[in-house]
């Protein structure tokens, strides 16, 4: 499996940095966002050094089905029972920042029309 070692989601998927797991598989590791824009704010981060959507090949498409399927098991896990928003920033012009693929999982009572 291809990991990068100056990425700063490799090194949080190893370990080798800390974070706030609340939940990890063979797969996908989930921890969440040191800067929450939510009361729920987690971030979906396969293991696979995967930049961004524009580097998904046909060979991701199990892994990224079994994060799509996990989204709603750790919303409801996260009591978040009316809803949740997902975002995926990609590139530079769509607002990424840590060019490791993830998902972002947000929630709250009072999401609103916010943009993330
Ligand atoms: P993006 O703009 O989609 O690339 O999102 C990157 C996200 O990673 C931002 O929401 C940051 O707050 C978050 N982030 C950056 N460093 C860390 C970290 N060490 N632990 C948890 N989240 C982080
Ligand atoms: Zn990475």
């Known amino acids: 499996m291809l990991t990068d070692p100056d990425c700063l ?3 949080i998927t190893a370990g080798e940095i ?3 797991q609340v939940y990890s598989d063979e797969y996908v590791v989930v921890f969440k966002d040191i800067n929450p824009k939510a009361s729920v704010h987690l971030l ?5 050094h995967i930049k961004s959507l524009n580097e998904l090949e046909e060979k991701h498409d199990s892994l990224i089905a079994h994060c799509m ?5 750790i ?3 996260q ?3 009316n809803g949740f928003r997902t975002v995926i920033n990609t590139g530079a012009g769509g607002g990424q920042e840590v060019f490791h ?4 999982l947000l929630g709250s009572n009072d999401l609103g029309d916010a943009w993330f």
Not at 44 to 48: A, H, K, L, Q, S
Not at 101 to 104: R, S
């Open 44 to 48: 979906i981060v396969p293991r696979e």
């Open 79 to 81: 009591g978040l029972d």
């Open 101 to 104: 693929l993830h998902i972002h």
């Open 9 to 11: 989601f490799c090194k």
């Open 69 to 73: 399927r996990l989204l709603p098991k």
């Open 18 to 20: 800390p974070s706030d």
């Open 75 to 77: 919303a409801k896990e």
